[in-house]
Nanobody, 123 residues
């Protein structure tokens, strides 16, 4: 599976941004998909994940109520809608795929990774 994240950019605090992740492969609909982020000098951290059907989602406390994950299996794509953004949301955002039906917040439990897209939130 190859993943391609896009949609990053510069946004002011309080603004919104939508990230997309396009996946190759016919088994996309069977994967749990996750979004992670890594700020300069920090470890990669969990943002949120979504089940293969889209019926279950789980978010990090830091983004709950502000970020929304969705997916379109017909388009082999997953999205991250980010609202009410804060300077501390600044990071490289990565999408990832997990070849399991179980949601996970653990970066080590994801099997495929995209290249990342930079999001910068100015104050």
């Amino acid at each position: 599976v190859q993943l391609q994240a896009s949609g990053g950019g510069l946004v002011q605090a309080g603004g919104s941004l939508r990230l997309s992740c396009a996946a190759s492969g016919r088994t996309f609909s069977r994967y749990v998909m996750g979004w992670f982020r890594q700020a300069p000098g920090k470890e990669r951290e969990f943002v949120g994940c979504i089940s293969w059907s889209g019926g279950s989602r789980y978010y990090a406390d830091s983004v709950k109520g502000r970020f929304t994950i969705s997916r379109d299996n017909a388009k082999n794509s997953v999205y991250l809608e980010m609202n009410s953004m804060r300077p501390e949301d600044t990071a490289v955002y990565y999408c990832a795929a997990r070849t399991s039906a179980i949601l996970s917040t653990n970066v080590r439990e994801y099997d495929y990774w995209g290249q990342g897209t930079l999001v910068t939130v100015s104050s």
